[in-house]
């Protein structure tokens, strides 16, 4: 007689049971548990003529946008036997404004394009980190093409974010009647290039959406919805003569201020490395920071590029502040508990001075200041929303 078994055959319809599309997370937990990341075409616009205004309407996507994804290319040129040089801020300055308003108006990414396009993801640290955050390092980049057989042609990436911390910061985009509204005024020609080719290109414009699609199955939200990070270049006063002692005054502004990014030109425009030999940050009259500038560009290295720093290069004219430290030296994007984050009111004074300032040949110059300020709805969630 046969003994006694312990296994049992599987019935035969277990084995061809079809599985599910998508799978469905147990009840419970937070947001990105239940949710999936993905992107959604919004237009490409086509033969635009430097100058331009691109206003084309946003679209609607099933979920919470993130970011903006733009690719800018210049295509169509013609050299026209002539030596093509681009301008310093070149291809970035391609846009003399760029406007990201949300559905009732309030601007959540205002500058121009340099500021936008190579500034806010080398230092906002929401595309990419370290060496990558520099979209010049990108496998996409194009420079432009210039010299005696130089076209003028170029293509670099962008982003247009609005996470700020893991699912935070998002904007809902479900509904096609409340969406945000995006504007780019393109520069002339004479902006982006020193000399121009006989035939200038035209410019694609490619924009994407970054989103989280609606959790299925269970009714839970992004954190702290209707919170948002908002980047606005504005100008610093008074100027600045060459080789002052001069205290400028930051606009004043209102919220939790993550990362301060501070841009110097001449009289000309031009971007200049004039910064004094100590600089000084002062909240409320209070000196938060009284450093060597050398030892300021060293915390710079350390915070936005890491391991990474022989593939990164700062900016000519260009000092960053970052607070998104509460976890390490170095920015981790968007894993930040926002502990550290500059908590401000409206009648917050910053003022950043030199004593004196460097020797600025085209003054005086002009300290323009693009911040990255979070608005929360409610009290702002620190710690880690999403763990």
Same mark, same amino acid.
């Given at each position: 007689?046969?003994?006694?078994?312990?296994?049992?055959?599987?019935?035969?319809?277990?084995?061809?049971?079809?599985?599910?599309?998508?799978?469905?997370?147990?009840?419970?937990?937070?947001?990105?548990?239940?949710?999936?990341?993905?992107?959604?075409?919004?237009?490409?616009?086509?033969?635009?003529?430097?100058?331009?205004?691109?206003?084309?309407?946003?679209?609607?996507?099933?979920?919470?946008?993130?970011?903006?994804?733009?690719?800018? $290319?210049?295509?169509?040129?013609?050299?026209?036997?002539?030596?093509?040089?681009? $301008?310093?801020?070149?291809?970035?300055?391609?846009?003399?404004?760029?406007?990201?308003?949300?559905?009732?108006?309030?601007?959540?990414?205002?500058?121009?394009?340099?500021?936008?396009?190579?500034?806010?993801?080398?230092?906002?640290?929401?595309?990419?980190?370290?060496?990558?955050?520099?979209?010049?390092?990108?496998?996409?980049?194009?420079?432009?093409?210039?010299?005696?057989?130089?076209?003028?042609?170029?293509?670099?990436?962008?982003?247009?974010?609005?996470?700020?911390?893991?699912?935070?910061?998002?904007?809902?985009? $479900?509904?096609?009647?409340?969406?945000?509204?995006?504007?780019?005024?393109?520069?002339?020609?004479?902006?982006?290039?020193?000399?121009?080719?006989?035939?200038?290109?035209?410019?694609?414009?490619?924009?994407?959406?970054?989103?989280?699609?609606?959790?299925?199955?269970?009714?839970?939200?992004?954190?702290?919805?209707?919170?948002?990070?908002?980047?606005?270049?504005?100008?610093?006063?008074?100027?600045?003569?060459? $080789?002052?002692?001069?205290?400028?005054?930051?606009?004043?502004?209102?919220?939790?201020?993550?990362?301060?990014?501070?841009?110097?030109?001449?009289?000309?425009?031009?971007?200049?490395?004039?910064?004094?030999?100590?600089?000084?940050?002062?909240?409320?009259?209070?000196?938060?920071?009284?450093?060597?500038?050398?030892?300021?560009?060293?915390?710079?290295?350390?915070?936005?590029?890491?391991?990474?720093?022989?593939?990164?290069?700062?900016?000519?004219?260009?000092?960053?502040?970052?607070?998104?430290?509460?976890?390490?030296?170095?920015?981790?994007?968007?894993?930040?508990?926002?502990?550290?984050?500059?908590?401000?009111?409206?009648?917050?004074?910053?003022?950043?001075?030199?004593?004196?300032?460097?020797?600025?040949?085209?003054?005086?110059?002009?300290?323009?200041?693009?911040?990255?300020?979070?608005?929360?709805?409610?009290?702002?969630?620190?710690?880690?929303?999403?763990?």
């Amino acid at each position: 007689m046969a003994g006694p078994t312990t296994a049992q055959a599987a019935p035969g319809q277990e084995a061809g049971r079809p599985q599910p599309q998508t799978t469905v997370q147990n009840p419970g937990g937070p947001f990105i548990r239940h949710s999936q990341p993905g992107r959604r075409a919004q237009y490409v616009s086509t033969a635009n003529a430097f100058g331009q205004l691109i206003t084309q309407p946003l679209v609607a996507v099933p979920g919470y946008i993130r970011a903006f994804r733009l690719r800018v $290319a210049a295509s169509g040129g013609v050299n026209g036997s002539v030596t093509v040089a681009a $301008a310093a801020d070149a291809p970035y300055n391609v846009a003399s404004l760029v406007t990201l308003r949300d559905a009732f108006g309030t601007p959540l990414i205002v500058g121009d394009g340099y500021s936008v396009f190579k500034l806010l993801p080398m230092f906002g640290q929401q595309f990419g980190l370290h060496a990558a955050s520099d979209i010049a390092n990108l496998p996409s980049f194009s420079g432009v093409s210039v010299g005696g057989s130089g076209t003028g042609n170029f293509a670099f990436p962008a982003m247009l974010p609005l996470e700020f911390a893991k699912a935070y910061g998002v904007i809902s985009g $479900a509904n096609a009647s409340l969406l945000p509204n995006l504007q780019v005024t393109l520069n002339s020609a004479a902006s982006v290039y020193t000399t121009p080719p006989g035939t200038p290109p035209t410019i694609e414009l490619d924009v994407d959406a970054d989103f989280y699609w609606l959790p299925e199955g269970v009714a839970v939200e992004p954190p702290g919805l209707g919170s948002t990070q908002q980047w606005v270049l504005q100008q610093a006063n008074p100027t600045i003569p060459s $080789a002052s002692t001069t205290r400028v005054q930051i606009p004043r502004l209102g919220g939790y201020l993550t990362t301060i990014i501070l841009i110097l030109r001449g009289a000309d425009g031009a971007r200049v490395d004039a910064f004094p030999q100590r600089l000084r940050i002062y909240v409320d009259g209070v000196p938060l920071v009284d450093s060597r500038l050398d030892t300021f560009t060293d915390d710079m290295q350390i915070q936005f590029a890491g391991a990474a720093a022989a593939q990164w290069t700062r900016p000519t004219g260009v000092l960053a502040w970052s607070r998104k430290l509460s976890l390490n030296q170095e920015t981790n994007g968007l894993l930040d508990t926002g502990e550290t984050w500059l908590s401000t009111n409206p009648g917050t004074l910053i003022e950043i001075e030199g004593s004196p300032w460097g020797t600025i040949s085209s003054a005086p110059g002009t300290l323009s200041v693009m911040v990255g300020q979070v608005v929360p709805t409610g009290a702002l969630i620190q710690g880690l929303p999403e763990v």
